[in-house]
């Protein structure tokens, strides 16, 4: 089994989506796992004028192959007003002006979370579009609603409904990589 990148949609100090995506990598044994933390990589909003006068930046560079060196993805979104975060969506931009296919024929374990009953369902329904139009060969969901009540520092889900649904995805996840 290859490396699986993972990471969240959030550059939040306080991200509840990274806080899913740590406890999800917890569980995975027997693969390496890169885990990055997205608020270590700021990106100027995206504009061609932008991209014309000063190219790709290092970072998105490295990040586009770590993702296409990957087996495969581990990505939990955010949400705000029912769309991914204004950061995510400018990361998606930059990475798809690199290289329009960036996850092209990769198997992808989509996440979302929020403190609201819907779990970022909204931004994971918008983020699943465009990965699939991306290129994406396969993509597995798990949202994890009202994330105060059903997750634990230290312990990972504890509603155990949606502890079961989580492993259920994350073992589907790793039996197509």
């Known amino acids: ?7 969240a949609g959030s550059n939040s100090s306080s991200s509840v989506n990274f806080k ?3 406890h999800t990598v917890s569980l995975i044994q027997g693969a390496e796992v890169k ?7 700021p990106f100027p909003m995206y504009s061609e004028d932008y991209e014309k006068q000063n190219g790709f930046s290092n970072s998105l560079i490295e ?9 495969g993805l581990i990505i939990s979104v955010n949400e705000h007003n029912g769309h991914p975060s204004a950061y995510f969506k400018n990361f998606l931009d930059w990475l798809s002006r690199f290289d329009r296919d960036f ?5 992808i374990l989509l996440m979302s979370t ?4 819907r779990g970022g369902v909204g931004a ?3 983020v699943k579009n465009v990965l699939s139009r991306f290129g994406a060969a396969s993509i597995i969901s798990f949202s994890l609603p009202l994330f105060y009540d059903n997750f634990e520092e230290g312990k990972g889900i504890s509603n155990s409904e949606l502890s079961e649904t989580h492993q259920a995805a994350l073992s589907k996840f790793l039996a197509e990589i």
Not at 114 to 117: D, L, N, Q, R
Request: proline share 3%; aromatic share 6%.
């Open 20 to 22: 899913l995506v740590k």
């Open 1 to 7: 089994m290859s490396t699986i990148l993972a990471f």
């Open 124 to 126: 994971h329904e918008v």
């Open 63 to 71: 990040i586009k192959n770590d993702i296409q060196n990957a087996a």
């Open 35 to 41: 885990l990055m933390n997205m608020e270590n990589y």
């Open 103 to 107: 996850v092209k024929d990769k198997t």
């Open 114 to 117: 929020s403190p609201g009953k």
